[in-house]
Structure formats: C-alpha cells, structure tokens
C-alpha cells in the first residue's frame, strides 16, 4: 500500500484517503501553443521505471495538494512537497541522488 504524508497537514495518509492527479511539473500550453503542442499538453504523459512525480490530493483530509516523489520501481517514497512549488525541493534532490545516483533529475 502507498501511504504518503501530507506536506499541509503532517498526516501519513494510505493511498485510499487520497486522490491522484496526474504527472507534477508540467509547463502549460500558452495561447500561442500550436496544436501539437496543446495535445502533447494535454495528453502526452511520462511514465518512467523510477522516480517519478506525481500530484496528489489530500481528499479525506485537509483537501490540499501536494507533490510526491517516488519510485515506481519499488513504490519507495523519496518525499513530499506542497504543489505550489516549482522545483523540487534541493534536500529532496539530495535524498534521491543519495538512492539513485544515475537519476537524471527533471526533463
């Protein structure tokens, strides 16, 4: 079972207490994005053997969204972050480059 702790609220919650939503860190398709681009927004998803991240929602709890970031190898959870963030977190990226070091970082 995943269980993740909510950067909101501090509660370790099982993956039943939360709502999934989708790959993290993707850039928008702006106005001027030609259709290609907007589909490829939209539809065109990453789906690595590793780290991974993911937004969740803390739907059973305080309802807010965060960031995991987890192997999808092993369901190892390196951390999490709230989802207004850019970039994850440097200590984060230290963890994972700590666990796997020939993690290549973000595209």
């Known amino acids: 079972m995943l269980i993740l702790t909510c950067p909101h609220c501090g509660i ?10 989708g790959e993290a860190h993707l850039k928008r398709a702006g106005p001027e994005a030609s259709d290609v ?5 939209m539809f065109a998803r990453r789906n690595p053997l590793g780290v991974h991240f993911e937004r969740w929602r803390h739907a ?9 970031a ?10 999490t972050y709230p989802a207004r963030t850019e970039a ?7 963890r994972i480059r700590r666990k796997r070091p020939e993690w290549e970082g973000l595209p």
Not at 37 to 41: D, K, L, W
Not at 88 to 94: C, G, I, T, Y
Request: glycine share 10%; hydrophobic share 45%; net charge negative.
């Open 70 to 79: 987890r192997a999808t190898d092993t369901l190892e959870v390196f951390g």
């Open 37 to 41: 681009e907007f589909e490829a927004y």
């Open 88 to 94: 994850p977190p440097a200590d984060l990226v230290r």
């Open 12 to 21: 370790a919650a099982d993956e039943t207490e939360l709502a999934p939503g």
């Open 60 to 68: 059973m709890g305080c309802g807010k969204w965060f960031i995991a």
